[in-house]
């Protein structure tokens, strides 16, 4: 189904659609007409967006409305689809997903983000990953298509879990400084509680193929829009002092996306310390 029909039979708008691909929630098929290609959705993703929206206008965040859907949608499969999914081939139809099933598929990107993360994309292989998440290979192959969606869903839900966590503080009553603040130990509290798949939306990216790669590098822009936005209303308030709004960006994000080098759980430095202490750190040097 092309855009403009499914906008009208869902009641949303293209503009919604687009945004919803943009940030790497669904992935349209293109196909040729004439000597241009336009988007087309199957049946499964039209399922899929119908759901995100349906929790869109209750009221949640993006990735809690993504979530919600794909917590309700799944591919259909026999009860005993370890024994019977020999051929590894992926099933089109949804139904209502399982917790069994959810958590099956939570397993396996939690096994993936851990070994694309010690052994590196490359270095991992589709048994490494059935091996780890105590699942076979067919398994794996139901659920994703291909080893570079689960980097894919690693590295963008990552990234959307970013950006849900600073657009409320964007959006927020609090002063430049403040929002600076709560911006750093978010960001921090939200590396260190999720190394693994930070490590991996880091030092893997340049892993994914460019049909998807495109999709996570604008969501990064996103978040990196978002910080702008902060420090340019420091600014303009008179709070912070300096020339170049991206490259100071770009200088805060690097420092904290570092922590993911050496950070260790139960070391010497807890969250809050670390927090606490970039959060010094940086006023200081804007001020």
């Known amino acids: ?153 690693i590295a963008c839900g990552t990234m959307r879990g970013f950006l849900d966590m600073i657009e409320p503080i964007v959006r927020s009553d609090l002063g430049p400084s403040d929002k600076l603040k709560a911006f750093i130990v978010a960001h921090v509290e939200r590396q260190v509680s999720h190394v693994g798949p930070s490590a991996v939306r880091q030092y893997e990216r340049r892993s994914l193929p460019l049909r998807m790669r495109s999709q996570y590098v604008d969501l990064r822009g996103e978040y990196e829009k978002a910080v702008r936005q902060i420090l340019e209303e420091g600014i303009a308030k008179g709070e912070f002092h300096f020339v170049d709004v991206k490259l100071t960006g770009l200088y805060i994000l690097g420092l904290l996306n570092s922590i993911v080098h050496w950070y260790k759980a139960g070391g010497s430095y807890s969250p809050r310390d670390l927090s606490a202490y970039a959060c010094d750190f940086v006023l200081k040097a804007l001020s």
């Open 1 to 153: 189904m092309r855009i403009n029909e499914l906008a009208a039979k869902l009641g949303a708008t293209t503009d919604e659609i687009r945004w919803l691909e943009k940030r790497g929630y669904i992935q349209p098929d293109w196909i040729q007409v004439g000597k241009r290609k336009i988007r087309s959705y199957s049946d499964g993703e039209e399922q899929k967006i119908t759901f995100i929206l349906k929790y869109r206008r209750q009221g949640f965040q993006h990735e809690v409305a993504f979530k919600k859907a794909m917590q309700e949608i799944c591919r259909t499969v026999d009860d005993n689809d370890d024994v019977q999914l020999t051929s590894g081939k992926r099933r089109q139809h949804y139904k209502p997903l399982s917790q069994k099933r959810q958590a099956k598929r939570n397993a396996i990107l939690y096994a993936a983000s851990v070994l694309f993360a010690e052994k590196s994309y490359l270095g991992t292989s589709i048994d490494d990953i059935a091996k780890a998440a105590s699942v076979n290979k067919a398994s794996i192959y139901w659920y994703f298509s291909e080893k570079a969606e689960l980097l894919f869903e």
